[in-house]
């Protein structure tokens, strides 16, 4: 097999690889167009994941979608839009969005084994990496460094995910994004230690939604 030929069979993969890698580079560097070029990413793994059988991250890219849209206007018109804006989560945001995980696991689970007819083991598997995932997605936007930890967790679990499918490519590309989370939650947190606790950003210690 040539590789016009192998890429006229994979261009969805292989955009999703290049739309991604860059998508979360820009995130590291807390650059704006990290979300356009994600929500061009959602839109090619749509079409991939659904030819691949992989309902529950098809639907998971049309939420990070919208999700993407809020941290566009989030990064453009509130707090974050300030490139070197960066913050710890705050502590009373932990628990409602660990229960709100665990409760988005529970319900897409049952619906993906009840429902779309998904193996149990898989149903589970697919369910509470996409319900993390949104998770991680919503503290990226408000620029909470630990979304970084929630990532790469999230990612060490796609990689075995994808491989499995048979989805190499995008096995390598959640290995990479693994590494772009110790990146990135390393050079936020650079950010955080190189300034006092920003005084000039009211916003820092009231989470909005």
């Not at 998508?23 to 090619?44: D, E, H, M």
């Not at 630990?146 to 990532?151: I, K, R, S, T």
């Amino acid at each position: 097999m040539d590789v016009l030929t192998w890429l006229a069979q994979h261009w969805a993969e292989v955009l999703g690889f290049v739309t991604g890698a860059i998508c979360v580079i820009l995130s590291v560097v807390r650059n704006v167009w990290t979300y356009p070029i994600g929500i061009a990413n959602n839109v090619v793994f749509v079409v991939l994941f659904v030819t691949n059988g992989l309902y529950a991250n098809a639907g998971l890219q049309v939420v990070v979608a919208v999700l993407g849209a809020h941290g566009w206007w989030r990064w453009t018109r509130r707090v974050e839009q300030d490139s070197e804006y960066a913050v710890r989560t705050p502590a009373g945001r932990i628990t409602p969005l660990a229960v709100i995980a665990l409760a988005g696991t529970a319900l897409l689970g049952w619906a993906l084994i009840a429902w779309v007819g998904e193996p149990p083991t898989a149903g589970w598997l697919d369910a509470g990496t996409t319900a993390v995932s949104m998770i991680a997605q919503y503290m990226l936007n408000r620029k909470w460094i630990e979304n970084w930890w929630v990532w790469f967790a999230v990612d060490l679990v796609y990689i075995g995910l994808y491989g499995t499918t048979g989805l190499w490519l995008t096995a390598v590309l959640y290995a990479g994004f693994a590494v772009l989370c110790v990146i990135g939650f390393l050079s936020w947190r650079r950010l955080l230690t190189g300034r006092a606790t920003p005084a000039s950003h009211p916003e820092a210690e009231v989470a909005h939604a």
